[in-house]
């Protein structure tokens, strides 16, 4: 039988130097689409693929995660004493089960690989999740659903998502080659992280912030050396496990909004928006609006 992927992990402990200054003091996982923080965006997405135990690698002023994952008694009472209970329900249905949520700390933030790496005693023995929260991914199925269907049916392994992008950004990612391709899935024969030039890239399918990943990783990770912007790479170290384990892509069936980057994060504000029927024809209109207002043309 495939193992069972009940743990999924989110790194949460980079500096998000691309927000400050809205980093300073506020995580940048805790920035929010519409209303939602992205990193209780990926929560949800790793609840609707089965994982019920959530490892959180957090670090310094992050506070604020743990305390999104936990109750608040005042406002909740103050919200009882009010009879507000709707927004009583919306809080509760996003509480993880008491001993779901557990939390360790990378001390210095030394790149994913690390922080993946700090998270080992939490996973154990066990083929996990990880999730990037950074990375907005939009898609019913969820991702990591649609990534779990594909790591059954190949009876288990390896699995990243993968989106393509134009060929002039290859050189930002990591980069996978794809063979024996079936339905919108594939073997993975290749992976680069950030190549030089296109031509160095095996295709210009990245790797775009889910995975599920062999608890192997981890020793392949303490391996390692720093590599590229001096930071301790998760790809590295798959490139590594690839020579042993097989590797799938699949390519899912949603939009990524990169919510690390500003143009990402506004463009999910505006696309998740335009997705809430509570909120559609008012902001339809007032983008109107504003386009008119921007862009006379
Ligand atoms: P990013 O590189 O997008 O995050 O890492 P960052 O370093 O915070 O962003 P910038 O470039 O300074 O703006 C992707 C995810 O990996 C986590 C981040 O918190 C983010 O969720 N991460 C990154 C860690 O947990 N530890 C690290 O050492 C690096």
Redesign the pocket.
């Known amino acids: 039988m495939v193992q069972p992927i009940r743990t999924a992990v989110?790194?949460?402990?980079?500096?998000?130097?691309?927000?400050l200054p809205a980093?300073k003091a506020i995580?940048?996982?805790m920035l929010t689409v519409v209303d939602r923080p992205v990193i209780q965006m990926a929560v949800d997405e790793a609840r609707e693929a089965g994982i019920e135990k959530f490892v959180f690698?957090t670090?310094r002023n992050k506070a604020a995660i743990e305390d999104h994952f936990d109750r608040q008694f005042e406002l909740e009472a103050t919200l009882r004493q009010r009879g507000k209970t709707a927004e009583l329900g919306l809080l509760e249905q996003d509480l993880p089960a008491a001993g779901q949520a557990m939390f360790t700390r990378?001390q210095?933030?030394?790149?994913?690989g690390?922080?993946v790496w700090c998270a080992r005693h939490l996973v154990g023995n066990e083929p996990f999740a990880l999730l990037?929260?950074?990375?907005v991914m939009h898609a019913k199925p969820g991702c990591l659903k649609q990534m779990i269907d594909v790591y059954q049916t190949h009876g288990g392994g390896n699995v990243v998502a993968v989106e393509e992008v134009p060929w002039d950004q290859v050189s930002r990612y990591g980069v996978v080659g794809a063979k024996d391709w079936k339905d919108n899935a594939f073997r993975i024969d290749g992976m680069v992280e950030k190549p030089k030039t296109a031509e160095d890239a095996p295709s210009n399918l990245i790797i775009s912030?889910r995975y599920i990943l062999q608890p192997a990783i981890f020793s392949e990770i303490a391996r390692q050396e720093p590599g590229a912007g001096g930071?301790?790479q998760i790809t590295d170290a798959m490139i590594r496990l690839m020579r042993e384990q097989p590797f799938y892509g699949v390519q899912y069936r949603g939009t990524t909004y990169d919510c690390?980057d500003k143009i990402g994060y506004l463009s999910a504000n505006v696309a998740l928006g335009l997705a809430r029927e509570d909120l559609a024809p008012g902001f339809r209109a007032a983008l109107k609006r504003i386009l008119a207002e921007h862009d006379p043309l």
């Open positions: 989110f790194p949460v402990a980079g500096l998000g130097t691309r927000f980093t995580p940048k996982e690698v670090g990378q210095e933030p030394l790149g994913l690390h922080a990037l929260p950074d990375m912030g930071e301790i690390g």
